[in-house]
């Protein structure tokens, strides 16, 4: 359940930041000087994947089918920005005064999300989310089968 949770809000934290601080426009510079085809129809879509399935994935619901776009997310991602910084996450690449200075990001996130995303699809969201209370009342209306009624609870 805490890694559902830890996945969605970081996928929902990243996916707003997208939308809120007006960066489709600026995500939209960034695909367009890597060639990336219809740069501001795919800035939207990823931001709004990004922070409709980091939702779904937080709350529970259906996780198995959400995470797939969210894994193509990371993939696209991985071989087309972070590829280029090799695997760390982490680029400490000076010291101020003022802290450190970091540089770009390489891909470890990119596979840890995965690795989250698809174990998330193996196992499924848990027992406390969206997901597991709607099997739960499924169960509930499906006919008993030797009082041939519903059972209710």
């Known amino acids: 359940m805490f890694s559902?949770?830890?996945?969605?809000?970081?996928?929902?934290?990243?996916?707003?930041?997208?939308?809120?601080?007006?960066?489709?426009?600026g995500f939209e510079k960034l695909l367009n000087q890597l060639g990336v085809p219809f740069p501001?129809?795919?800035?939207?879509?990823?931001?709004?994947?990004?922070?409709?399935?980091?939702?779904?994935?937080?709350?529970g619901f259906s996780v198995s089918i959400t995470a797939i776009p969210l894994i193509c997310t990371m993939l696209v991602a991985m071989f087309s920005?972070?590829?280029?910084?090799?695997?760390?996450?982490?680029?400490?690449?000076?010291?101020?005064?003022r802290g450190p200075l970091f540089g770009p990001p390489g891909y470890e996130i990119n596979l840890l999300y995965i690795a989250g995303l698809?174990?998330?699809?193996?196992?499924?969201?848990?027992?406390f989310s969206v997901d597991s209370l709607l099997v739960k009342k499924g169960n509930s209306l499906k006919p008993n089968s030797k009082t041939n009624s519903l059972s209710v609870g």
Not at 4 to 17: E, K, N, P, Q, S
Not at 81 to 97: A, Q
């Open 40 to 59: 501001h129809l795919t800035s939207w879509v990823a931001s709004l994947v990004e922070l409709l399935g980091g939702l779904a994935i937080f709350i």
């Open 118 to 127: 698809i174990s998330l699809f193996l196992t499924g969201a848990g027992v």
């Open 81 to 97: 920005i972070h590829i280029n910084y090799g695997f760390s996450s982490v680029k400490t690449i000076g010291l101020t005064p």
């Open 4 to 25: 559902r949770l830890i996945i969605g809000f970081g996928f929902m934290a990243h996916g707003w930041t997208k939308i809120s601080k007006g960066s489709p426009a």
